[in-house]
């Protein structure tokens, strides 16, 4: 593919490191999955497409006891899934702490919604619209937002997910 010999080295070194990683994160995926096993109300968090055992284990551990939260916004703010703003009469008039909240949620349901875009077709084709209307980041952090909101519920109530009830 490359005519220079030094370009080629470059990409069969870049290949080498890219398939020891891979080695590497299957082998701390094993451990883990070993030593740490999804509990029952967060069983059903597999039926999401895009959250696979790692992220279902980390939104488990990171989450806790799901009866804790009064709301499922409390739980979207808890996730840092909302914006912090506060707006009255259209006008910022300040913003809240951006680091209340649990960071590690926040990576979990952004990591879940790009999985979710790339599985799903129906979030594919709403994370498309929102697109439009503004860019890219704020697309996906808002149906990492719908993603959380879902999660929430299907821990709570013990469903499964419904991309029908997600994307009406």
């Given at each position: 593919m490359?005519?220079?010999?030094?370009l080629v080295m470059s990409a069969q070194s870049n290949c080498n490191v890219m398939e020891f990683l891979d080695c590497q994160i299957d082998a701390i995926?094993?451990?883990?999955?070993?030593?740490v096993k999804l509990r029952y109300p967060f069983e059903k968090l597999l039926t999401v497409p895009g959250i696979g055992n790692i992220l279902g284990i980390t939104i488990m551990l990171?989450?806790?006891?799901?009866?804790?939260?009064?709301?499922?916004?409390?739980?979207s703010s808890y996730c840092r899934c909302v914006s912090s703003k506060k707006v009255s009469n259209g006008k910022k008039k300040g913003e809240n702490?951006?680091?209340?909240?649990?960071?590690?949620?926040?990576?979990?349901?952004?990591?879940?919604?790009?999985f979710m875009k790339r599985y799903c077709p129906q979030a594919r084709s709403w994370h498309q619209r929102k697109v439009s209307k503004t860019n890219q980041i704020v697309?996906?952090?808002a149906l990492?937002?719908?993603?959380?909101?879902?999660?929430?519920?299907i821990v709570k109530d013990q469903i499964d997910f419904d991309s029908k009830m997600l994307f009406r």
């Open positions: 490359f005519s220079d010999k030094h995926e094993k451990a883990v999955i070993k030593e990171e989450s806790g006891e799901i009866n804790r939260f009064q709301s499922v916004s409390n739980y702490n951006k680091k209340n909240g649990n960071k590690y949620l926040a990576w979990a349901y952004v990591e879940a919604a790009n697309a996906t952090k990492s937002n719908k993603v959380a909101r879902a999660c929430y519920f």
